[in-house]
């Protein structure tokens, strides 16, 4: 069974620092195309950043040069380092494994495999 557990998130001051995990069991994170999306204020989640099998990364405009993504493969874990974050970012982050990269879709609606979600709040 395919299972994404994320960790981490919580409440900071603009600025600060967060790192997100998310723990795979079920397949291995290096054989697939894993990604974080993110559900603010709207209805949607957006997508943060990926990193495909062969190790490409995408990031979207927003947090680029503020997020990096990784992964451990010898944990199975994927994370997702937040600096210098903002008020903007605040939203449930959430751990996908393969799917559709879309830049917007409904939660848990690209086809692939996503976890429950960890709640980020950045107050300014």
């Known amino acids: 069974e395919v299972r994404l557990v994320e960790s981490g998130g919580g409440s900071v001051q603009a600025g600060e620092s967060l790192r997100l995990s998310c723990t795979a069991s079920?397949?291995?994170?290096?054989?697939?195309?894993m990604g974080w999306y993110r559900q603010g204020q709207g209805n949607e989640c957006e997508v943060v950043s990926t990193?495909?099998?062969?190790?490409?990364?995408y990031y979207a405009d927003s947090v680029k040069g503020r997020f990096t993504i990784s992964q451990d493969a010898a944990k199975n874990t994927l994370y997702l380092q937040m600096n210098r974050l903002k008020p903007e970012d605040t939203a449930v982050y959430y751990c996908?494994?393969?799917?559709?990269?879309?830049?917007?879709?409904?939660?848990?609606?690209?086809?692939?495999?996503w976890g429950q979600g960890t709640q980020v709040s950045v107050s300014p």
């Open positions: 996908t494994a393969d799917g559709l990269v879309v830049a917007s879709i409904p939660c848990g609606g690209n086809g692939g495999h």
């Open positions: 990193i495909s099998a062969e190790d490409k990364t």
């Open positions: 079920g397949f291995t994170i290096g054989d697939s195309h």
